[in-house]
T-cell receptor
């Protein structure tokens, strides 16, 4: 059974801090790892990672994948209150159903 | 990016009734759409994969007779919750894959909040 484990489950920091969110996975056939941000409704796409060691960057957010150690991190620098959300990690393993396997998410709270 | 819509965004129904949720890809064709459900403070759980022109593939533990999925066209999939009960109350989200993008990226709809009284 495919597994995606995120840590921490919850994180509270002050505005301006840098945070690192972790995602480890065990899947039969890995195709890609995706990060999403979920506020009140459906997740919004952040990154898709397929290759090890190549950092993807978008503004203050960046992410990298390690396919040897089977994990990914999502970094957010100079956090703002608008970054408060649940960050979901998902793996596309190309399994029978071909859907994504999600982790439980990290609930990030940025305090002013 | 590609846009996926869902209708309705929120529905409240009585126990025993059936509810239909539509998922549409607005600016791309999707031979495959996915249905997820999410309970409060829980992650998304894949329910089924909807394939255009063929039967849906259900995840273990998901009752196919209760959650009817129809993928009528390349831009529309429907999920019907039959004889809904309070335990079916949840947030239902669909996603679609844009085959022309060349990536595995899935685009999510805004979700449908179902409350069964």
């Amino acid at each position: 059974e495919d597994k995606v484990v995120q840590s921490p489950l919850s994180l509270v920091v002050h505005e301006g801090d840098t945070v690192t969110l972790n995602c480890s996975y065990e899947v039969t056939n890995f195709r890609s790892l995706l990060w999403y941000k979920q506020e009140k409704k459906a997740p919004t796409f952040l990154f898709m990672l397929t290759s090890s060691g190549i950092e993807k960057k978008s503004g203050r957010l960046s992410s990298i994948l390690d396919k040897k150690e089977l994990f990914s991190i999502l970094n957010i620098t100079a956090t703002q209150t608008g970054d408060s959300a649940v960050y979901l990690c998902a793996v596309d393993s190309g399994g029978g159903a071909d859907g994504l396997t999600f982790g439980k998410g990290t609930h990030l709270i940025i305090q002013p | 990016g590609a846009v996926v819509s869902q209708h309705p965004s929120r529905v409240i129904c009585k126990s025993g009734t059936s509810v239909k949720i539509e998922c549409r890809s607005l600016d791309f064709q999707a031979t495959t759409m996915f249905w997820y459900r999410q309970f409060p403070k829980k992650s998304l759980m894949l329910m089924a994969t909807s394939n255009e022109g063929s039967k849906a593939t259900y995840e273990q533990g998901v009752e196919k007779d209760k959650f009817l999925i129809n993928h009528a066209s390349l831009t529309l999939s429907t999920l019907t919750v039959t004889s809904a009960h309070p335990e079916d109350s949840s947030f239902y989200i669909c996603s679609a894959r844009d085959l022309t993008s060349g990536y595995n990226e899935q685009f999510f709809g805004p979700g449908t909040r179902l409350t069964v009284l």
